[in-house]
């Protein structure tokens, strides 16, 4: 049995429109416009497919409302995902992040899963040709590029040869397949400790001398990401070791920046982990207190926020705030362009006393 409902809307109420538009089963959308308001006509099956929104069509409705454009469903999933976040930051609120991953990543399976499962293969076939030949174009590209480009500057030895290994992974895929190509390269060649690679950071706030936060950081990573790991410069206990090292490199996780000491320093080394501590100790610690994951940390007296991009070599670690990357990396590579013509410059012969002007400031001073 059908039901008739006839719905008077007043400009402005998103709830009633999504609560038309959106109904499950719309045979007929007769529209007239009186004034300044909206009357609608909808013929449904159940009284129940007229319910309340989801934030997601409810972005849909006002983009549509906006630009006159149907966007994809995902579309309005993006936009409600990105306003929880930030309202979360900004309240301070904790996500369960864990929960949230576990359930995002099953539902990814699941799509990608069904998307196959009814993927006409046959309407693909006139596609091969060209697809094989992209591919293939891509893949020769980048290998030019990551060796005449990445593996010339970073400067042409064996950690060159891991960070283009690297950069292909980039290239051909995301940061992902970029980890696994220079742990490929590594656990076949060595450790490359002066490799070094621009990663996302995934930062955990926990108690000194208690470890139990920094398991939880291990399972909210993504793969590719930096854990940043804020021990309140705590040195008295290992909090890492080569434990938790193999479940990062389970988990797929770039590196860990430690704010407090480790242990089984040899065992991580042998694992190929990038892991940068402020000292060493041995002695245990306990799991009695949760910690804070995703939350602005301190690390080595440098406020580190999450999202922000890390860059570590045997030096040291650097992080850049997401809002001066374009900037700083800029800077940086002004710099480095500098710095190759100075080599160049003693190469030919000529010494840093002529190239710095250092020369020129001796004589002034001795005169």
């Not at 008739?4 to 538009?21: K, N, P, Q, S, W």
């Not at 997601?56 to 966007?71: A, P, R, Y």
């Not at 990357?325 to 190469?347: N, S, W, Y």
Request: hydrophobic share 45%; net charge negative; charged share 20%.
């Amino acid at each position: 049995m059908y039901l008739y409902r006839r719905v008077e809307i007043r400009a402005g109420d998103i709830r009633t429109v999504r609560a038309v538009l959106m109904a499950h089963e719309i045979h007929q959308f007769p529209v007239n416009r009186p004034g300044n308001n909206i009357r609608i006509i909808v013929l449904a099956e159940h009284k129940s497919d007229i319910g309340y929104p989801a934030l997601d069509e409810t972005v849909n409705f006002i983009l549509l409302s906006l630009t006159g454009l149907n966007f994809p469903y995902y579309v309005g999933l993006l936009f409600g995902g990105a306003l929880v976040r930030n309202i979360a930051d900004m309240t301070h609120k904790e996500l369960r992040m864990y929960e949230l991953d576990t359930i995002s990543n099953t539902s990814l399976n699941l799509f990608l899963s069904m998307a196959l499962m009814s993927l006409n293969i046959s309407k693909l076939i006139d596609l091969a040709l060209p697809m094989i030949v992209i591919l293939i174009a891509q893949a020769v590209v980048m290998m030019l590029w990551a060796y005449f480009i990445t593996f010339n500057i970073t400067g042409r030895d064996y950690d060159a040869a891991v960070m283009a290994a690297g950069h292909c992974g980039v290239g051909l895929s995301q940061t992902p397949n970029a980890v696994a190509n220079m742990s490929a390269v590594i656990e076949k060649n060595g450790p490359a400790p002066t490799a070094w690679f621009v990663l996302p950071v995934v930062t955990v706030q926990c108690f000194p001398g208690d470890n139990l936060a920094l398991h939880q950081g291990i399972y909210a990573a993504k793969p590719g990401d930096v854990l940043i790991l804020d021990c309140h410069s705590y040195t008295e206990a290992g909090h890492f070791g080569d434990i938790m090292a193999l479940a990062c490199k389970m988990q797929g996780i770039a590196g860990v920046v430690i704010d407090g000491s480790c242990r089984d320093a040899e065992d991580i080394r042998e694992l190929g982990l990038p892991v940068f501590v402020r000292g060493f100790n041995p002695s245990g610690t306990v799991k009695a207190s949760l910690g804070k994951v995703n939350v602005p940390v301190n690390c080595g007296g440098i406020r580190v926020n999450p999202g922000d991009m890390v860059i570590g070599d045997c030096d040291g670690v650097v992080v850049v705030p997401r809002e001066y990357e374009d900037e700083v990396f800029a800077k940086a590579k002004a710099k480095f362009e500098k710095e190759t013509h100075i080599v160049e410059a003693l190469k030919q012969g000529k010494t840093t006393l002529e190239i710095y002007g250092f020369d020129r400031l001796i004589e002034k001073l001795m005169a």
